[in-house]
Every structure is written in structure tokens, then in C-alpha cells.
């Protein structure tokens, strides 16, 4: 890949983070916050962008757009597109259901924490004699995972919080983004041909 061509897929990256990011977060505050009212927005867009692509209406980006979705669709660049694109659902949808965990199964302790950390900046008011939830850990057939998970569901938790939401508001967002642009990409993939064969 040369340097020509590094440089066209920043622009692309930029473009589209550009467009597509700040429509999400437009739509879920203003529109509907649902995951079936969020749905298929990309996917009307990027349909969009293809036609206005398709027909010339986009000028010289969109030239450079057509030219790195076939790179990227049909050469080797594409299977660390859908890596990336599932490693990115497994950390975004674990992370919001370790918040939903934090607010719900752990939402005692998630409280004392943010109290502790937070508020009061004073840890010494946490001990696991204080802790209501602990127990869940200390019961558990699986210390190693209930440790993880009650850590990470209270951190979390706090994280989002802390956000006042839009922790969780963001990662539900980049969520929905993935899981559109990886069934498009894989939709193209499988039941497109690109016109010319181009290595990326």
C-alpha cells in the first residue's frame, strides 16, 4: 500500500466518520433511543451514498470512495475489516452488558464505590463487611469469572454514570454501527463481484 493510497483511505475514514457519527447521535436524541428505531439508518445511508456515488453527484471523494470500497470490500484489506468489525461487537456489547449488570445485580456495591471514588474521595469506607453484593463472588463455583465480572460490571458502572449515560448512549450507538456496516460489508462480499480485481 503506497502512500497515495494510505492517504485515500484516511480521507474515506474521515469522511465517513464524519457523516455517519454525528447522525447517530443526532437520531437517538432527538429521534428514538430504541435499537429498532436506530436499525437500519446506516444502512439508508450508506444505500444513499452508493447511488449518489454511482451516479457522479459526490465529485472527486466520490471517486475515491468507489475506488477504496472495492480495495477494501474484495481484497485482503476486507478480512481484517470483519475482524476488527467482531472484535468491536464483543467489546461494545460486553461492555454495555456489564454496565446493565453493574446497575442491576451489583447496584449496592456500584453505589458505595461511586460514593467512595467519586464523591467522597474516601476509600476508607469500603471493606467487604460494607459490601452488600460481595457475596455473589465468595458463592459463586467460579471465583475467577464472578471476580471478573463483578469488577468490571461495577466499573463500568461507575464509568457510565460518572458520564452521566453516555457511556453507555455511545457504546449502543457504535453498537447498532457495527452490526449494520459489518452486514453490509459481508452482504457485498458474498453476493457481490467486483467489476475490477484490485489487491489492497
Same mark, same amino acid.
Given at each position: 500500500?503506497?502512500?497515495?493510497?494510505? &492517504?485515500? &483511505?484516511?480521507?474515506?475514514?474521515?469522511?465517513?466518520?464524519?457523516?455517519?457519527?454525528?447522525?447517530?447521535?443526532?437520531?437517538?436524541?432527538?429521534? +428514538?433511543?430504541?435499537?429498532?428505531? *436506530?436499525?437500519?439508518?446506516?444502512?439508508?445511508?450508506?444505500?444513499?451514498?452508493?447511488?449518489?456515488? #454511482?451516479?457522479?453527484?459526490? /465529485?472527486?471523494?466520490?471517486?475515491?470512495? =468507489? &475506488?477504496?470500497? #472495492? #480495495?477494501?470490500?474484495?481484497?485482503?484489506? /476486507?478480512?481484517?475489516?470483519?475482524?476488527? !468489525?467482531?472484535?468491536?461487537?464483543?467489546?461494545?456489547? +460486553?461492555?454495555?452488558?456489564?454496565? =446493565?449488570?453493574?446497575?442491576?445485580?451489583? +447496584?449496592?456495591? &456500584?453505589?458505595?464505590?461511586?460514593?467512595?471514588?467519586? !464523591?467522597?474521595?474516601?476509600?476508607?469506607?469500603?471493606?467487604?463487611?460494607?459490601?452488600?453484593?460481595?457475596?455473589?463472588?465468595?458463592?459463586?463455583?467460579?471465583?475467577?469469572? !464472578?471476580?471478573?465480572?463483578?469488577?468490571?460490571?461495577?466499573?463500568?458502572?461507575?464509568? *457510565? =454514570?460518572?458520564?452521566? /449515560?453516555?457511556?453507555?448512549?455511545?457504546?449502543?450507538?457504535?453498537?447498532?454501527?457495527?452490526? =449494520?456496516?459489518?452486514?453490509?460489508?459481508?452482504?457485498?462480499?458474498?453476493?457481490? #463481484?467486483?467489476?475490477?480485481?484490485?489487491?489492497?
Amino acid at each position: 500500500m503506497g502512500i497515495g493510497d494510505f &492517504k485515500e &483511505k484516511l480521507i474515506v475514514i474521515g469522511f465517513l466518520i464524519g457523516l455517519f457519527l454525528p447522525l447517530r447521535l443526532v437520531f437517538v436524541e432527538y429521534v +428514538s433511543d430504541q435499537w429498532l428505531g *436506530n436499525f437500519g439508518l446506516i444502512s439508508g445511508l450508506g444505500i444513499t451514498l452508493l447511488i449518489l456515488t #454511482k451516479k457522479g453527484r459526490l /465529485g472527486k471523494i466520490g471517486s475515491i470512495l =468507489e &475506488k477504496q470500497m #472495492k #480495495k477494501t470490500i474484495f481484497g485482503k484489506t /476486507g478480512k481484517y475489516v470483519i475482524g476488527i !468489525s467482531i472484535l468491536s461487537l464483543l467489546y461494545f456489547g +460486553s461492555s454495555i452488558f456489564f454496565m =446493565e449488570r453493574g446497575e442491576s445485580v451489583f +447496584s449496592e456495591d &456500584k453505589a458505595m464505590f461511586y460514593d467512595a471514588i467519586v !464523591s467522597n474521595n474516601d476509600l476508607n469506607q469500603l471493606n467487604p463487611n460494607n459490601l452488600k453484593n460481595i457475596h455473589i463472588v465468595y458463592d459463586s463455583d467460579n471465583r475467577i469469572y !464472578s471476580t471478573f465480572d463483578y469488577a468490571f460490571s461495577i466499573t463500568y458502572a461507575i464509568m *457510565n =454514570e460518572f458520564s452521566s /449515560g453516555w457511556l453507555e448512549h455511545l457504546y449502543f450507538i457504535l453498537l447498532v454501527e457495527q452490526v =449494520e456496516i459489518l452486514g453490509i460489508f459481508l452482504f457485498c462480499r458474498i453476493f457481490s #463481484k467486483p467489476i475490477v480485481s484490485t489487491p489492497a
